[in-house]
């Protein structure tokens, strides 16, 4: 199974691409980001919803995904850029 993590927003809003897309979501609101620390290391890649993550948590996942290597991405809360960043992933 491939993860990807998004930070910010709530679930729901992502679960149907994810599901689509046939990958597991790992997912935190944007307020705790260290209690999924440990299950970043398994993302493919990190997205970031800038209008519902504070700065602490960008910063922290951001930080912590430069020494992963792990890709990190903003994305602006839509659903079709979600899916659209995904498969860009896959090429």
Known sequence: ???????GGQK???KAVTDDL????IHDGGEHPKRILG?????????LVLTA???????MCVEYAKELG???FK??????QLR????QLDH
């Open 70 to 72: 792990i890709p990190c």
């Open 22 to 25: 046939n990958l597991e979501l």
């Open 1 to 7: 199974m491939k993860y990807i993590t998004i930070i």
């Open 75 to 80: 994305l602006k809360g839509c659903k079709s």
């Open 39 to 47: 299950k970043l290391k398994r993302s493919k890649a990190i997205f």
């Open 84 to 87: 659209e960043l995904i498969l």
């Open 53 to 59: 993550t504070s700065h602490n948590a960008t910063y």
């Open 12 to 14: 729901k809003w992502y």
